[in-house]
């Protein structure tokens, strides 16, 4: 075989090898960086995305406020709805304010009860009045007091009396709860059983 033929084969082979070495080498340059590009995109801490959120605890007795922090960088399309709802609902309940009344509460927590049209009943000087005149003639006698059973205003109510009458020298048994077969509205004087009945509240 011609020695210039093989000798150009040679150069061939060599020439194609350090055009492949170099295509290689380009090639591993350039996704090598995309790489890095995309590892550091992935790495980097996404500090707009961090939102500090307040959510009262439901307790208007429990003036406790817990701090959250969190961290949308992880959370996908759904979960990203999810949380900005919740957000955006947290956000519109500071933005009212709620009247929170709780009567005789014995124990536990009151959360948003509202307390909507008319005003629970007060012992006004009128209706001192009026219980000075029907006990009169009663002074020296026991005098029961009694609500109806479940009724808040009423038991309050009737609490308000009872501590009136106690001032005003009165013997004063109750207050007692009772449950009525027929609905009982408004105050009611019993001048056989010498007892205050105080039902639901009239409109």
């Known amino acids: ?13 060599v020439a194609i090898g350090i055009i492949l070495t170099a295509i290689g080498g ?14 550091n995109a992935t790495l980097t801490p ?14 208007p007795t429990i003036g406790k406020v817990e ?3 969190i ?29 929170v009344t709780s009567y005789n509460q014995q124990g536990g927590i009151t959360a948003n009860q509202v307390n ?16 000075l005149q029907i006990l009169e003639s009663k002074k020296g006698q026991k005098i029961t007091i009694v609500s109806i059973m479940g009724d808040g205003e009423a038991f309050s109510f009737a609490t308000q009396i009872k501590n009136y009458l106690i001032e005003q020298g009165h013997i004063i048994s109750g207050v007692d709860q009772s449950v009525y077969t027929e609905p009982v509205m408004g105050q009611i004087f019993n001048p056989e059983r010498l007892e205050i009945i105080i039902g639901t509240k009239n409109n």
Request: proline share 3%; aromatic share 6%; with cysteine.
């Open 26 to 39: 380009l090639g591993s340059y350039y996704y090598g960086k995309k790489a890095d590009e995309l590892k």
């Open 46 to 59: 996404i500090t707009q995305n961090k939102i500090n959120v307040v959510s009262p605890l439901n307790s």
């Open 67 to 69: 701090n959250q922090t």
């Open 116 to 131: 909507i049209g008319s005003q629970p009943r007060i012992l006004n000087l009128e209706v001192q009045n009026q219980l």
């Open 1 to 13: 075989m011609n020695p210039n033929f093989l000798q150009t084969i040679c150069q061939y082979v």
């Open 71 to 99: 961290n949308y960088n992880n959370l996908n399309s759904k979960q990203l709805k999810s949380e900005l709802k919740k957000e955006n609902s947290e956000n519109e309940k500071d933005n009212h304010k709620v009247n």
